[in-house]
């Protein structure tokens, strides 16, 4: 059963930084491309960064050079780096394996002074 487990979420100012964690449980992590979405109150779910098999990073547009996205597969987790948090970032973020579409459960992230 494929689990999804995200933390590090919370408040932080703008200009701050927060780091999210995903670990991964039942199935073969090192073998899957995954990802992290948000979704923002009233809007769609959107996927803003993915990580591919071999560590290739991909971004949305308005994330790129703020957000870094990282895995450690000897620890099945993935993460991203967000930096520069803008108030337009809060919204619930959630972990992603693309192949089979499992989300995670989310964690809030709100940007606010």
């Known amino acids: 059963q494929v689990q999804l487990v995200e933390s590090g979420g919370g408040l932080a100012q703008p200009g701050g930084s927060l780091r999210l964690s995903c670990a991964a449980s039942?199935?073969?992590?090192?073998?899957?491309?995954v990802g992290w979405g948000r979704q923002a109150p009233g809007k769609q779910r959107e996927l803003v960064a993915g990580i591919s098999i071999g560590g290739t990073a991909n971004y949305v547009d308005s994330v790129k050079g703020r957000f870094t996205i990282s895995r450690d597969n000897a620890k099945n987790t993935v993460y991203v780096q967000m930096n520069s948090l803008k108030p337009e970032n809060t919204a619930v973020y959630y972990c992603?394996?693309?192949?089979?579409?499992?989300w995670g459960q989310g964690t809030q992230v709100t940007v606010s002074s």
């Open positions: 992603h394996r693309y192949a089979g579409k499992h």
């Open positions: 039942g199935f073969t992590f090192s073998s899957y491309a």
